[in-house]
């Protein structure tokens, strides 16, 4: 798929890998910091480039719902293509030395993949994976012939048709949705909202796995009203059963506000959880507060979480509740 367009007749090229839809002179790069107008065509500078990867928890990407208390080996790259002023990640995503870090090949990272105990795939995450889109689907189609799962965190900041090609290579993706709220995006990020929650209804409706985060910042999104808003949302457009993980800021980057009030994480799961089903907390050190997952039916605890530390109590093997057989997890399905 080609993911650019030559403009008019001068020498600059138009990205249409995401909405910024960057057109780029020759030498130049686009928001992202990574891709660049060669002369002939839109170059990823970072097709290999490693910042950084480790075998985590899968919860910790986070996914509650997808093989729960399995291992991900995690692998990211540097730069994005949103500039948040709250990034957890800033020192990768906001930066982009492409002549640092290690070089993988696909063929290499999907080797260490398949070496690595009690794993099941590789989690594309720590920066945009959106914008190392040549990476990720070569990656990916290797990992999935060598049946690994394919995993994504993203922010969703991209365009349809790149996306469906993703859609067909990832199980799993974890959307970012920063704020319900087309100001904040503008403002904060440099993006807008709607690119984002038309990513969350294409990956739904695909019946790709999917989970969604939220992080709170105070002031800025801890609305319990929007907080509402974004739930209903998803309830009607990507499903009641999608899980919404509602996670604590801490001061970082460009901004100092001190950190969320637990009080305030633990509201906004109340309100979430008036129109989804599961709603969990993240990065509070009181886990237990919002981290198991409990039947939506007879409410029995069927996994319990303590940190990364998570022990499946009450699930069949094909992911329903073993006291009143609902189905809980559809991640054998993906």
Known sequence: MKLFEKHADDDKLRCLLCPHSCLISRGERGVCGVRENSGSEIRLNTYGVISGFALDPIE??????????????????????????FCQNYHISQ?????TG??????????RALKAEDNIGIAYTYNEPVIWYEYVTDCAKLARVEGLKNIMVTNGFVKRQPLLKLI????????????????????????????????????AA????????????P????????????AEWISSNAGKSIPLHISRYFPMYKRDEPPTPSETILQLKDAASEFLDFVYTGNLSEMAAGSDTLCPKCKTTVVRRSGYRTLVT???????????SE????????
Do not use: W
């Not at 799993?172 to 969350?200: C, E, H, M, Q, W």
């Not at 002031?219 to 509402?228: C, I, K, P, T």
């Open 314 to 324: 009450g699930l069949s093997g094909d992911g329903r509740c073993l006291k009143c």
């Open 102 to 111: 290690h070089k993988l090949s696909p063929g290499d990272l999907v080797a």
């Open 168 to 203: 067909g290579l990832i199980d799993a993706f974890n959307i970012d949705l920063k704020s319900f709220n087309n100001r904040f995006y503008r403002k904060l990020t440099g993006a807008t909202l709607v690119p984002v929650l038309d990513s969350i209804k294409e990956v």
């Open 327 to 334: 189905l809980i997890f559809n991640y054998l399905q993906a």
């Open 95 to 99: 930066h982009t030395y492409t002549r």
């Open 60 to 85: 910790k990407k986070p996914l509650y719902h997808f093989y729960p208390g399995r291992k991900i080996l995690s692998a990211g790259s540097y730069g994005c293509n949103l500039k948040c002023d």
């Open 219 to 230: 002031g800025l999104n801890d609305s319990a009203d929007e907080m509402r808003r974004e």
């Open 206 to 217: 695909s019946g790709r796995h999917l989970e969604i985060t939220t992080l709170i910042i």
